[in-house]
């Protein structure tokens, strides 16, 4: 199995057998490709529900300096959309059970072209995408292509959004839906905004997707205050910022960061 | 059919390609502007003001020495928006969003520059109208602007420097559109060009046609018809829209848009992106862009530096496809030395920017039939560009020595 559907059931099984649902991010070739492979592995071993990974663009708008800088690392290789889905395909041919999808922006997608996009993404066994500057309104060409396919398309819902909205777009979202948790781009926090968890308990009301919860999340206190109102968390710049200060050797500590999060490692 | 369709699209081109925080307050600025767009009083105040404040109508000029030194087979026009206050067409488009961000109720403006005058104008709008602004500039060009940087902390603006990417424009409207998703409720982000997601095309594009609309009235009442060609300079292509707009429906009205060759449309360095780009999403909207095989997006070069950014309104993306208008390309040197010869020939130093569209005029006025009526849009005046140019002309004789 794998794609939306996939996705689903697999979150919805962890949350079942009461784990903490991580969704760890990072952006692949940062800083290269071997690196990044090396990095998805810990990262697996870590019992991710899911694995977000970028493909690094030249103006990442939604997102804060973390993963700015990350791209900028990244794309000192000349990364190429094929390498990307080589690590894919790599990284799943040890790992099939571990869902991926791949975070980028639609000027990346548009150039390959999208039907050749998805087309090869199934062939390296990508489980679905996430685009965030792709709202629903523009995204009808890459709906079309995608249709009847099975992948994962997963939408962005904001604090802004009303909820009349947010319904419209869980509705096209697949897989899962992805609340941004502030007003705001990506990054670190100390807090989350006080009212999340109440937002978080009205939405689970309206939408039939898995709830997962982004941005701003990197501690286990975090983790452990968003659990009963969502269905997973995803950390990305916390992630990021480790791959930043310990370059290529990051593995381990990627690793043991996200025990850390789920508060089973009791050295840290 | 109107333009833009309701999407907010010109045929292919344009749309609202931002993340979700920005949806909802796009989707409230299209309804109010349209609105707005009947409300005869908001025009009525944006008209008072341009005219008492800025120095509206700009003159038709008829520039009878460049004429007589192109042969004498051409009556070049010259619009002047050099006269207007802060030296360039920008603030037709700033007086006119940050009234409209008053109406809004919004609190704090902000916007992006590169070279400054965008910059300068948005923060002379809002000392004006009462307005808190911040304005977001590429960290390179602050070096290289250091006078405008301080002209709009004298307007009261903060400048905060982009230290992102490639540490220009492009970056600027990046870390703005940032600053705009963070704090929507109570900003206001003024685009200064004809890009970015649906309204602000069609909206920037409204406040700069007030340029089209008196050039075609002075110049049927200098020369009791439409004029044969009319030339501006693209960079994003406000200037030349505002001018253009008014002749799109006059099929007799050759357009002819001007980019940036840079160091030539072959070498990578210049900001040709009708001529050299190909279509592409960047800063909310499917345009032309300058970008690499993966969709990188790449820098921009020009010796204009409102020239340089590697995408272009939508609208003229349509216009370029639909063969309306053309879109041709001048180089650094070419445009240096029309810089020169129109300060010699008329006493009018014009912005680098600007004198693209004399240097296009300068090389091709040859192969225009004679007695053809030509306006040239002067977008702006070359004060700022004069310590530049120095050095340009210093550099370039020592190599000749």
């Known amino acids: 199995m794998r794609g939306a559907i996939y996705i689903e059931t697999r979150i919805r099984e962890y949350k079942k057998k009461g784990k903490k649902a991580i969704i760890p991010y990072i952006t692949a070739f940062d800083p290269n490709k071997e690196a990044t492979l090396d990095f998805l592995k810990h990262i697996a071993e870590a019992d991710p529900v899911a694995i977000e990974l970028g493909f690094p663009f030249s103006d990442p708008v939604a997102d804060g300096p973390t993963i700015q800088k990350a791209m900028v690392r990244a794309l000192r290789n000349k990364p190429s959309f094929e390498e990307y889905l080589e690590i894919v395909s790599l990284f799943k041919e040890n790992f099939p059970e571990i869902p991926l999808v791949c975070m980028t922006y639609y000027n990346i997608i548009f150039r390959f072209g999208l039907e050749r996009a998805l087309k090869e993404a199934i062939e390296a066994r990508l489980d679905g995408f996430i685009i965030p500057d792709l709202p629903i309104e523009e995204a009808s060409p890459w709906l079309r292509v995608n249709r009847g396919k099975g992948l994962a398309t997963i939408f962005l819902v904001a604090p802004t959004t009303p909820y009349d909205r947010l319904v419209k777009i869980a509705k096209h979202s697949t897989g899962f839906l992805y609340y941004v948790s502030l007003t705001g781009i990506t990054g670190a926090r100390e807090v989350l905004p006080e009212d999340l968890t109440l937002k978080l308990q009205k939405i689970k009301g309206m939408i039939s997707n898995p709830l997962v919860v982004g941005f701003g999340i990197s501690k286990p206190e975090h983790v452990a205050l968003l659990r009963p109102y969502c269905d997973a968390v995803v950390v990305g710049s916390a992630l990021v910022q480790i791959i930043e200060k310990e370059g290529r050797s990051a593995g381990p500590a990627l690793h043991r960061f996200l025990l850390y999060l789920k508060n089973e490692d009791s050295q840290s | 059919m109107a333009m833009p369709n309701r999407c907010g699209y010109f045929d292919k081109y344009g749309g609202r390609y931002v993340p979700e925080t920005l949806m909802p307050l796009l989707f409230e600025l299209e309804h109010v502007y349209k609105k707005i767009r009947k409300d005869k009083k908001f025009w009525k105040e944006w008209r008072e003001l341009l005219r008492e404040y800025a120095g509206r109508p700009t003159p038709l000029y008829y520039a009878r ?305 004679k007695e053809s009526i030509v306006v040239i849009n002067l977008s702006g005046r070359g004060d700022k560009d004069v310590a530049q140019v120095k050095d340009l002309l210093e550099e370039k004789r020592a190599e000749t020595i």
């Not at chain 2, 424009?169 to 970015?196: H, P, Q």
């Not at chain 2, 879109?327 to 650094?332: H, I, P």
């Not at chain 2, 070419?334 to 912005?351: C, K, R």
């Open chain 2, 65 to 369: 020495n460049l004429s007589e030194k192109l042969n004498g087979h051409l009556k070049v026009y010259l619009k002047r928006e050099d006269l207007l206050h802060t030296g360039a067409h920008k603030l037709n488009n700033t007086i006119g969003q940050v009234l409209l961000a008053k109406k809004m109720g919004k609190t704090r403006v902000i916007a992006e520059t590169g070279a400054g005058q965008h910059g300068v104008a948005t923060a002379t709008a809002c000392a004006l109208l009462g307005l808190k602004c911040v304005i977001y500039m590429g960290a390179k060009d602050v070096e290289r602007q250091a006078l405008n940087v301080f002209r709009m902390k004298l307007l009261g603006a903060e400048v905060c420097p982009v230290t992102a990417g490639t540490q220009t424009l492009k970056d600027a409207i990046n870390e703005a559109l940032r600053d705009w998703v963070t704090n929507v409720k109570n900003t206001f982000y003024v685009i200064g060009s004809v890009v970015g997601p649906h309204p602000y095309p069609q909206m920037v594009r409204d406040f700069q046609s007030i340029i089209g609309i008196e050039t075609r009235a002075q110049i049927l009442k200098r020369e009791g018809r439409l004029p044969d060609y009319v030339i501006a300079c693209v960079g994003g292509g406000s200037n030349a829209m505002g001018i253009f707009y008014p002749f799109i429906k006059d099929p007799h009205v050759h357009l002819i848009g001007v980019e940036a060759a840079g160091l030539g449309l072959s070498s990578d360095q210049h900001s040709a992106t009708l001529n050299r780009g190909e279509p592409g999403v960047l800063h909310g909207m499917l345009t032309y862009l300058l970008q690499d095989k993966v969709g990188q997006i790449k820098g921009a070069h020009s010796i204009a530096p409102g020239l340089d950014y590697p995408g272009v309104g939508p609208e003229h993306a349509y216009l370029k496809d639909l063969g309306r208008a053309k879109y041709e390309a001048v180089d650094d040197q070419s445009a240096l030395q029309a810089f020169q010869i129109l300060s010699e020939t008329e006493g009018i130093i014009p912005a680098l920017e600007s004198a693209h569209a004399i240097a296009y005029l300068i090389q091709n006025f040859h192969s225009l039939p």
